[in-house]
């Protein structure tokens, strides 16, 4: 509340600003000891009409009209800058209070639409909340007075409340039609530039890389990528003692619209969660990812993802793209910490190999860590629904890594060999994937071109009489759903024979990623994720192989063979591990080292010859 103080504008000598009222007129002692409430209200809009609508110019004329009306006792509750479209507002909530206490003895605002613009409200209080308060109310310049029911300016109250409703509503229809082509340009609409970007000098509509923030964004990713959640990395940089954003933002002096807490240094989840699921660190614009229902409803709600518009390379990236979709991925598969607090960095990227599903990491306090395995879900929870698959953590580590040294290695020293044979391999697997993919895709395309055409005809039957109103809503919402569902089927398609046709590009991708990771050492969360998109494991079979840890024929698997405990045993347990890489899928790597042991020769032979 903003009174005459602006509560401290709630007048103090009320004797000062009160006119005494004839010695022959007798005045209720109650009565005159309640206050008249002059309510005055200013929204960011009301500014545009001018000097007229002015708190202060609201102020003069209310208090001018107490003494001449010889209203007693005159106190000011102000709004300043509040909109009329909801009453939310502290100082009508504080006015209304003094109400329900029984303080107020009338109410007096300059017009109708200082009360409010929300004609609902505006009618329910005037009908309702103000007679049962026995609270006089009166709007000076449209002559209302609730102490004169006879008087047709009261009767025209219920127009005047729709006209003031509708001055907003077109406000802001004009406000979002200017905002609909600022989000459509690429221009961004929010006033508050996220961790990591500040606005440049000389355009405020345009980003510039904080470089500070910027290394704390990327390295929040990078934790990510290795395998950790939310909780962890807050708690990883509140152990680096790295400035929150709202801290980082105070200590620089740059805007923000949220209160530091104690610790600087606290990370909550939820800020962790932000950053990683936001989009603009890929260099690009999203505009329109909250709505509100009405502008009486100012709660904002999720925009649906396909409703958003993205405008790319709008700013300078901090995140790549490839490294944003890869967070994302591993966000989708988060995944719970067993009960003992441990977690894996190959959790959400073990499958069962016959049935799909995930593989659980299972653990105990009282394991070694070479006792850790991971076991299919399915067969966890019904033993009949899927066979054992079970793998050791630990030997899982060593597998993978020993092939992925060996992807990284060939990359490194064939990378010409490696580009001809995964072409041509992608190539021939495409060509009928593609035919298979295009052929689903057309006749899902032809199905809904004839659920059109059914509908139009069905309604036709239906409007002259063929059909009863009954059968057409069954048979209409059976063609919706069909329909619905085959748009979204052909959505998938699409994105499969794009997917398809960029398989140079997919190539060019893979090869790059493998060339940051030439240096490492040993398997990690980084390049796991970075270049390894899911790994299945087959059941145990049995056979007479003594080799460990070979290739199979066509190379596209790592089998693992385990001895047997008892010496008298001959036959070896062997498992089967399929590594699907990002972009490029299953690498066959025995049949590459053949294919460039064989190209070579041939080489040699051109050369002797």
């Given at each position: 509340?903003?009174?005459?103080?602006?509560?401290?504008?709630?007048?103090?000598n009320?004797?000062?600003?009160?006119?005494?009222?004839?010695?022959?007129?007798?005045?209720?002692?109650?009565?005159?000891?309640?206050?008249?409430?002059?309510?005055?209200?200013?929204?960011?809009?009301?500014?545009?009409?001018?000097?007229?609508?002015?708190?202060?110019?609201?102020?003069?004329?209310?208090?001018?009209?107490?003494?001449?009306?010889?209203?007693?006792?005159?106190?000011?509750?102000?709004?300043?800058?509040?909109?009329?479209?909801?009453?939310?507002?502290?100082?009508?909530?504080?006015?209304?209070?003094?109400?329900?206490?029984?303080?107020?003895?009338?109410?007096?605002?300059?017009?109708?639409?200082?009360?409010?613009?929300?004609?609902?409200?505006?009618?329910?209080?005037?009908?309702?909340?103000?007679?049962?308060?026995?609270?006089?109310?009166?709007?000076?310049?449209?002559?209302?007075?609730?102490?004169?029911?006879?008087?047709?300016?009261?009767?025209?109250?219920?127009?005047?409340?729709?006209?003031?409703?509708?001055?907003?509503?077109?406000?802001?229809?004009?406000?979002?039609?200017?905002?609909?082509?600022?989000?459509?340009?690429?221009?961004?609409?929010?006033?508050?530039?996220?961790?990591?970007?500040?606005?440049?000098?000389?355009?405020?509509?345009?980003?510039?890389?904080?470089?500070?923030a910027?290394?704390?964004?990327?390295?929040?990713?990078?934790?990510?990528l290795?395998?950790?959640?939310?909780?962890?990395?807050?708690?990883?940089?509140?152990?680096?003692?790295i400035?929150?954003?709202?801290?980082?933002?105070?200590?620089?002096?740059?805007?923000?619209?949220?209160?530091?807490?104690?610790?600087?240094?606290?990370?909550?989840?939820?800020?962790?969660?932000?950053?990683?699921?936001?989009?603009?660190?890929?260099?690009?614009?999203?505009?329109?990812?909250?709505?509100?229902?009405?502008?009486?409803?100012?709660?904002?709600?999720?925009?649906?993802?396909e409703n958003?518009?993205?405008?790319?390379?709008?700013?300078?990236?901090?995140?790549?793209?490839?490294?944003?979709?890869?967070?994302?991925?591993?966000?989708?598969?988060?995944?719970?910490?067993?009960?003992t607090g441990?977690?894996?960095?190959?959790?959400?990227?073990?499958?069962?190999?016959?049935?799909?599903?995930?593989?659980?990491?299972?653990?105990?306090?009282?394991f070694?860590?070479?006792?850790?395995?991971?076991?299919?879900s399915?067969?966890?929870?019904?033993?009949?629904?899927?066979?054992?698959?079970?793998?050791?953590?630990?030997?899982?580590?060593?597998?993978?890594?020993?092939?992925?040294?060996?992807?990284?290695?060939?990359?490194?020293?064939?990378?010409?060999?490696?580009?001809?044979?995964?072409?041509?391999?992608?190539?021939?697997?495409?060509?009928?994937?593609?035919?298979?993919l295009?052929?689903?895709?057309?006749?899902?395309?032809?199905?809904i071109a004839?659920i059109?055409?059914?509908?139009?005809?069905?309604?036709?039957?239906?409007?002259?009489?063929?059909?009863?109103?009954?059968?057409?809503?069954?048979?209409?919402?059976?063609?919706?759903?069909?329909?619905?569902?085959?748009?979204?089927?052909?959505?998938?398609?699409?994105?499969?024979?794009?997917?398809?046709?960029?398989?140079?590009?997919?190539?060019?991708?893979?090869?790059?990623?493998?060339?940051s990771?030439?240096?490492?050492?040993?398997?990690?969360?980084?390049?796991?994720?970075?270049?390894?998109?899911?790994?299945?494991?087959?059941?145990?079979?049995?056979?007479?192989?003594?080799?460990e840890?070979?290739?199979d024929?066509?190379?596209?698997?790592?089998?693992?063979?385990?001895?047997?405990?008892?010496?008298?045993?001959?036959?070896?347990?062997?498992?089967?591990?399929?590594?699907?890489?990002?972009?490029?899928?299953?690498?066959?790597?025995?049949?590459?080292?053949?294919?460039?042991?064989?190209?070579?020769?041939a080489?040699?032979?051109?050369?002797?010859?």
């Open positions: 509340m903003n009174n005459l103080s602006d509560r401290n504008d709630i007048v103090t009320p004797v000062s600003m009160t006119v005494a009222a004839e010695k022959e007129e007798k005045v209720n002692t109650a009565a005159k000891a309640k206050i008249t409430a002059l309510y005055c209200r200013l929204s960011q809009e009301d500014e545009r009409l001018g000097e007229s609508m002015s708190i202060q110019n609201q102020k003069e004329m209310l208090l001018n009209y107490a003494k001449e009306n010889r209203f007693s006792n005159p106190v000011f509750y102000v709004d300043d800058g509040y909109t009329g479209t909801n009453f939310d507002r502290p100082g009508f909530q504080q006015m209304l209070s003094d109400m329900q206490n029984g303080k107020v003895s009338a109410l007096i605002t300059k017009d109708l639409s200082r009360l409010g613009r929300d004609s609902t409200m505006v009618g329910y209080y005037q009908k309702y909340v103000f007679p049962q308060l026995e609270v006089r109310y009166i709007a000076v310049n449209d002559n209302y007075d609730s102490a004169n029911p006879n008087s047709t300016d009261n009767d025209m109250a219920l127009f005047k409340n729709l006209f003031n409703e509708f001055y907003p509503l077109d406000t802001s229809r004009k406000i979002r039609a200017v905002n609909r082509m600022k989000g459509e340009s690429g221009k961004t609409l929010t006033t508050m530039v996220p961790y990591g970007y500040v606005k440049d000098p000389d355009d405020s509509n345009h980003w510039i890389v904080d470089e500070d910027a290394k704390v964004v990327k390295h929040i990713f990078s934790l990510c290795e395998g950790r959640g939310p909780s962890q990395i807050a708690k990883q940089l509140e152990s680096e003692n400035l929150t954003p709202t801290a980082y933002k105070k200590e620089k002096g740059l805007p923000t619209n949220c209160n530091i807490k104690e610790n600087p240094c606290r990370w909550v989840t939820e800020s962790v969660i932000r950053i990683l699921e936001r989009r603009e660190y890929t260099g690009c614009t999203v505009a329109f990812k909250t709505f509100r229902n009405s502008i009486w409803d100012k709660k904002k709600r999720k925009n649906p993802e958003w518009v993205v405008t790319p390379d709008t700013h300078e990236a901090i995140i790549d793209e490839d490294t944003f979709n890869k967070v994302q991925i591993i966000r989708e598969k988060r995944h719970r910490r067993t009960k441990k977690s894996h960095i190959f959790s959400g990227l073990i499958h069962c190999y016959d049935c799909g599903s995930n593989m659980y990491y299972c653990t105990s306090n009282n070694e860590s070479r006792q850790d395995f991971f076991e299919c399915v067969h966890h929870k019904n033993h009949s629904e899927c066979r054992t698959h079970f793998i050791r953590a630990e030997v899982l580590e060593r597998l993978v890594w020993e092939h992925l040294k060996e992807v990284i290695s060939f990359v490194y020293c064939h990378e010409s060999y490696f580009r001809e044979y995964m072409k041509r391999v992608s190539e021939s697997v495409s060509k009928q994937e593609l035919k298979s295009k052929k689903q895709l057309s006749l899902a395309e032809n199905r004839e059109d055409r059914l509908y139009t005809k069905t309604y036709e039957d239906n409007a002259n009489g063929k059909i009863s109103d009954e059968r057409f809503r069954m048979l209409s919402e059976g063609y919706d759903s069909e329909q619905a569902d085959l748009k979204s089927k052909a959505i998938q398609l699409q994105k499969q024979i794009d997917t398809q046709e960029q398989n140079t590009e997919n190539l060019d991708r893979f090869v790059s990623l493998v060339r990771h030439i240096e490492d050492d040993g398997l990690n969360g980084y390049n796991l994720h970075e270049l390894i998109q899911g790994i299945y494991i087959e059941n145990c079979d049995v056979d007479n192989n003594t080799d840890n070979i290739d024929d066509n190379g596209e698997c790592i089998i693992y063979s385990k001895k047997p405990k008892l010496s008298s045993a001959k036959k070896h347990r062997i498992r089967k591990i399929h590594i699907k890489y990002d972009f490029i899928g299953f690498i066959p790597v025995k049949s590459l080292m053949r294919y460039a042991e064989e190209s070579e020769q080489q040699n032979k051109e050369i002797s010859a």
